[in-house]
């Protein structure tokens, strides 16, 4: 009798080459980079595309000189969001804990979907959420969840109020059952972020179902408006108020539009997604009451938490909403009982299944600064720019166009002479050419209309001198071009 054949394997190839770099010696030239000035150059795609080797990779070659390659590009044409002169549209500096924090993530390659995926970063992800939910003072039963950013956290607080408003079936049936004129609708202000508009595409409601409320000279939402529209409808699956709105930084009356949420029973979410990190400081924190009262809240942390990209805070006063709408189950997944921490999922909170490990950054940044240092950095921004809003009131040729409530501000260079088209012009031109200088980047955006220079100081580096820096520029550059 022939004895069986042992089957044979063939050996694998081993990829752990890679592993013998230095991480600290391969990032250091990128960590020098940081403040470096250009903080953009001109360029066009086929220049970028010349320094990256864009040839199918069939075979391998050495990490080191890739390493350089990458690192040489982005020096060449960079975009730093980290230099403490970069005040353009809303960007993360990142902390200086960061790499570290990453290469940790990488290198654990954990993935939270729960306790039973990862023990140790599920109790992370749930001490974040707690001490956030305590800034923002929400009850201590609220959970939440940290997802890619902003706009993923807006689209599942949205989702979970319409799984309120519409109650049973509605996981089951969508918005099958509603009719044009009964299909609940969203209520915010009209200087809410896009995100909220593509949640009510995404979400079957169509962006028709947003109702604008006006606001105010400050752009804050009238509470008097939203009043009037509470009344009129029945069908308003939840209002949606700004703590920091991206264009202006206007906080809206939070406490006010949560009363009035309270008394019409209708479900409240706070997108504090770019003004949450405010929250972290004593002096700031009365600016945001009510925000307490809300059903839903977003913080990203990837903003002016100043933690590199990426990570957004969904809060939820009550999740079982959520609840309704994303519990599943499946054969291959254990079966999940939420009171059991053991079995704590977060999948149930929100559409995503497999994620990072994005507490750890956060952790042992909130752990090695602690909340009140970081929050003194948040409140040196907004004193940056309560200082240049008076550097710009004190000069004969600027005109401040909205006073900063938080971290932003909108100006522009209004010498006596010039007609409107004339100083819109010139406006543009200075925005264009400090960009090419080098050394301060503001974005253009529009106030009533009009472009103005936006200024947004989300960056912990960010000091006197850069704002010094940045107006000297614009009062030459302005005056050159007259
Ligand atoms: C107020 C506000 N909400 C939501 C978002 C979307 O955030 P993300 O870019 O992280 O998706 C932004 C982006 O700037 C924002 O300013």
Not at 158 to 180: M, Q
Not at 282 to 305: C, N, Q, T
């Amino acid at each position: 009798m022939t004895s069986p054949q042992r089957p044979r394997l063939a050996p694998a190839d081993d990829l752990s080459a890679a592993s013998e770099i230095d991480i600290s010696a391969a990032i250091a030239p990128l960590l020098e980079q940081r403040y470096r000035s250009p903080i953009v150059r001109p360029s066009t795609a086929v220049d970028v595309a010349s320094l990256i080797d864009e040839s199918f990779p069939r075979d391998g070659q050495a990490l080191e000189p890739l390493i350089e390659q990458i690192t040489d590009a982005v020096d060449r044409y960079p975009r730093r969001n980290t230099h403490p002169g970069f005040f353009g549209w809303v960007a993360p500096s990142g902390l200086p804990s960061d790499p570290l924090a990453h290469a940790m993530t990488s290198a654990l390659n954990a993935n939270i979907i729960g306790y039973w995926s990862s023990p140790v970063g599920t109790t992370i992800e749930k001490s974040v959420v707690r001490w956030l939910a305590e800034l923002v003072g929400l009850p201590s039963r609220a959970e939440g969840i940290l997802l890619s950013g902003g706009s993923l956290s807006n689209l599942s607080a949205i989702a979970s109020a319409l799984s309120k408003r519409c109650g049973p079936g509605y996981r089951e049936r969508g918005l099958g059952s509603f009719d044009a004129d009964s299909r609940p609708v969203i209520l915010c202000s009209a200087a809410t972020h896009f995100s909220v508009r593509t949640a009510a595409a995404v979400l079957g409601l169509g962006t028709d179902a947003i109702i604008a409320i006006e606001t105010d000279d400050a752009f804050r939402m009238r509470a008097d408006r939203l009043s009037e529209a509470l009344q009129q409808r029945q069908n308003v699956a939840c209002v949606v108020a700004t703590a920091g709105t991206t264009n202006t930084g206007a906080i809206d009356p939070l406490e006010e539009i949560a009363t009035l949420c309270r008394q019409y029973d209708c479900w409240l979410h706070v997108d504090a997604a770019l003004g949450g990190g405010g929250l972290m400081s004593a002096e700031l924190r009365p600016r945001y009451r009510g925000i307490e009262m809300a059903d839903s809240v977003v913080l990203d942390l990837h903003k002016w938490f100043f933690q590199s990209l990426s990570g957004s805070l969904l809060l939820y006063r009550d999740a079982d909403w959520a609840r309704q709408l994303f519990l599943e189950t499946s054969d291959y997944l254990p079966t999940l009982e939420e009171s059991v921490p053991e079995q704590h999922a977060f999948f149930h909170l929100a559409p995503e299944l497999s994620r990072r490990f994005r507490a750890l950054p956060f952790y042992l940044a909130m752990r090695c600064y602690g909340i009140e240092r970081l929050g003194r950095n948040a409140l040196h921004n907004v004193q940056c720019a309560e200082y240049l809003a008076e550097l710009i009131r004190d000069h004969e040729d600027l005109e401040l166009i909205v006073e900063p409530q938080l971290c932003i501000l909108c100006f522009r260079f209004r010498p006596a002479g010039p007609d409107d088209l004339e100083i819109d012009r010139i406006n543009s031109e200075i925005r264009d050419r400090i960009q090419l200088e080098g050394h301060y980047l503001m974005s253009a955006t529009r106030v009533h209309g009009r472009p103005v220079l936006r200024v947004c100081i989300i960056n912990h580096a960010t000091r006197a001198e850069h704002i010094d820096g940045l107006l000297c520029s614009v009062l030459r550059i302005g005056q050159s071009l007259l």
